[in-house]
């Protein structure tokens, strides 16, 4: 199966998120390089706006993932509540 | 087509000869003689005798190869167009049908000494 | 009957909606074959604009808002690197060589980039297609710009940064990169897009600006990190935009499917020439490193490369023509282009140099079958020549392809120790090509590369050969930006400046 991967920056903005990003997908891979943090995950990876605002303890605009995204692979779609990465095959 | 376009689209050659000064771009390479990065260039008029193209320009640039010293260009291989190609030291550029941008490539088998593997 | 509350708050499709489709209007008094004259020779066929949706849906409004942000984050760091000493931070001055090919050749294509997608937001049709490329011109000229401030601040302290755009216009290797842009800012709207929005975006600048930044934090640049991961979170946007464009395409008409494929064939080939640079600043100017180039390219290209590939074989698309010799190529390009820019280093406005015994031997562990077998004897020959006083300077100037415009440093397929030769002959003028690929695309449209300037020749044609005159030309000072790093000035400063930043004599 293809891997699909988001890549955030490593800061205090985004540690939550990836706490949120693991929780969500428990078959999600995530390296630590240099300055950036980078999460692989089989076929599919969903982000949850939910999740994230229960790690941050704040109310969170998906969109504001736009700030420290480094990169990512696969299809998106996105809404309101979900981030979604996915591969077709 | 020669290119996708609105309208029919002719481009300018922009390194004809006739834009040097009556000289020629000459290419050269030693196969197998990778020191040398890419295929060597040289600006020349097509009046100069081939000879002295290897005992003048040519020698002096392949002088960092430590086969050098030992080449011998009357046993040296030769090629243009990709095709062997024996030329004439003697006759000029032109009058070995030396064109301009031609590659010229030359082999010296048996003599690779910074190729020790291969 | 009741007033219906009004929604708090529109949803964000609805948002996207209003912001973007309800710009669009019929035109009244011109046709839109007027209007947008350039959609159609190229030959795609699109029968609906409105198919067209950015995933992530955003509009001009949250797109202020975030760019904001980042410039806010951006500029607070890069007045902290240049109020802590930051050009003393990092790891050995040679990194800065990678930093001034980045200024050179990478940061004006930025520009360039921005130019193209200006124009094509007013060719396309599509409404949310012209959204999303108006932003993406917005982002590449805030790139352009965000570069040259944050590498402004090492000018003030070593060479070989003080005239960039010289050196843009000008000097030898930066045409490779000029040719790119300028190939796809001639061809139309919709290979623009392949081009720089898919085959460059997605298939390949994660391998620039990942891997490389990533580099930059561990080489303490923290100027460099900033402005790439601020670049790069625009980055994830355009391979999105990319992406759905090449589907769109395919989902529009059967028709478009050989045009697209003749695309990404060419813009493969193309996109991996011209960031072939990267893998020398990978694997030999980074002095600490990440990973080799060709961890990054199993990662980047080969796993990422693959699955993209696998997804769109729904539409009938194949790899690239070009994979499987990009493919076999990864193991030697680094080790070529080091070698040809050593022996070159009389030209370029960065230093180069020999591999250290510590450099040598990481390359041979992450390049075991080609390292020691091919490229190890001739650096050993190179470094004896400068042990007896006579370092190796290649003063015959390279053959350049016609198409890529570098310098034919690549071998043959199946054979690393020779040369890779490839000529065609049009209206009677000879071209030479570094590969197979090259050639291919100069064939199908010669009309378009007969006129590449290319750097070399013109030194003959334009300026007598006269090597000295085209250094004023391109504003290098010899003896100061060029030449090998051992005995320059940026080492000699650097270990001076740290040596004083570090103690109190």
Redesign the interface.
């Known amino acids: 199966m ?4 988001i ?1 955030l ?1 490593a800061n205090e903005e985004t540690r939550p998120i990836i706490d949120a990003i693991e929780i969500d997908n428990p078959q999600a891979v995530v390296n630590r ?4 943090v ?1 999460i692989d995950a089989p076929g599919r990876l969903v982000v949850r706006r939910e999740t994230i605002e229960a790690q941050l303890g704040r109310a969170y605009d998906l ?2 993932l ?15 509540d979900t981030l979604t990465l996915s ?3 | 087509m020669a290119v996708t376009s609105l309208k029919e689209y002719i481009g300018v050659a922009r390194d004809r000869v006739e834009n040097y000064g009556g000289k020629q771009i000459v290419y050269l390479s030693w196969d197998h003689h990778l020191l040398f990065a890419a295929p060597l260039m040289l600006c020349l008029p097509p009046a100069t005798p081939f000879g002295e193209v290897l005992r003048g320009p040519l020698a002096a640039l392949l002088q960092a190869d430590p086969d050098a010293a030992a080449l011998d260009w009357n046993e040296v291989e030769w090629l243009k167009d990709n095709q062997p190609f024996v030329p004439d030291p003697s006759l000029s550029l032109a009058g070995n049908g030396i064109g301009h941008k031609d590659q010229l490539r030359f082999r010296t088998p048996g003599r690779n000494t910074l190729l020790a593997a291969a | 009957m009741d007033m219906k509350a009004t929604k708090k708050k529109l949803g964000m499709k609805e948002r996207y909606r209003i912001l973007t489709r309800d710009l669009g209007w019929e035109p009244g008094y011109q046709s839109k074959k007027a209007i947008f004259p350039y959609v159609e020779y190229e030959g795609i066929k699109v029968h609906d604009w409105d198919k067209w949706e950015d995933p992530f849906r955003l509009t001009m409004d949250a797109y202020w808002k975030y760019q904001a942000e980042k410039e806010r984050k951006f500029y607070a760091i890069i007045d902290a690197h240049a109020q802590n000493n930051g050009h003393l931070n990092l790891t050995d001055a040679r990194y800065l060589s990678a930093l001034k090919i980045f200024l050179q050749a990478i940061s004006p294509g930025e520009y360039a980039a921005h130019k193209g997608f200006a124009r094509i937001g007013r060719e396309f049709p599509g409404v949310g297609t012209q959204v999303a490329c108006q932003m993406q011109a917005i982002d590449e000229i805030r790139h352009a710009q965000t570069q040259i401030h944050a590498m402004s601040n090492y000018n003030r302290y070593y060479d070989g940064f003080h005239a960039f755009a010289d050196a843009r216009d000008r000097i030898w290797y930066t045409s490779v990169a000029r040719s790119f842009f300028d190939d796809a800012m001639s061809a139309g709207p919709f290979e623009f897009m392949i081009a720089i929005g898919f085959s460059f975006e997605y298939v390949l600048t994660n391998l620039l600006f990942v891997p490389f930044m990533s580099g930059a934090a561990y080489n303490g640049d923290m100027a460099t990190v900033t402005f790439g991961f601020s670049a790069q979170s625009d980055e994830a946007r355009h391979m999105t935009l990319g992406l759905e464009c090449i589907k769109f395409m395919l989902e529009q008409d059967p028709d478009n499917l050989p045009i697209v494929q003749g695309w990404i064939d060419k813009w493969f080939w193309r996109g991996f020439r011209v960031l072939g640079l990267v893998s020398t600043m990978m694997d030999y100017m980074l002095p600490k490193r990440v990973m080799s180039w060709r961890e990054a390219w199993e990662i980047y290209g080969v796993e990422n490369g693959g699955a993209l590939f696998r997804d769109l074989a729904r539409y009938g698309i194949r790899p690239p023509k070009g994979w499987d010799d990009a493919e076999q190529a990864i193991d030697h390009m680094s080790h070529q282009f080091m070698l040809g820019l050593y022996q070159w280093s009389f030209g370029t406005a960065f230093h180069s140099w020999i591999p250290s015994d510590d450099d040598m031997a990481w390359l041979s562990a992450k390049y075991p079958d080609t390292f020691d077998r091919y490229y190890r004897p001739r650096w050993a020959h190179i470094k004896k020549l400068k042990a007896a006083g006579t370092p190796f300077k290649n003063y015959g100037l390279a053959r350049l392809c016609q198409c890529c415009q570098l310098p034919c440093v690549f071998t043959e397929p199946g054979d690393p120790t020779l040369t890779c030769h490839r000529e065609t002959v049009y209206k009677g003028e000879k071209y030479q090509f570094c590969s197979d690929g090259c050639k291919d695309i100069f064939e199908h449209e010669p009309e378009k590369y007969i006129q590449a300037w290319l750097p070399m020749p013109a030194l003959f044609s334009e300026l007598g050969g006269d090597v000295a005159a085209w250094m004023d030309w391109v504003s290098l000072r010899d003896g100061a930006d060029n030449g090998d790093y051992d005995g320059s000035r940026d080492q000699r400063h650097f270990d001076e400046w740290r040596g004083l930043a570090t103690s109190n004599l």
């Open positions: 293809s891997t699909v991967f890549a920056q390089q240099p300055a950036m980078k969109q504001e736009q700030i420290n995204l480094i990169t990512l692979s696969g299809n998106v779609d996105e809404d309101e591969w077709n095959e």
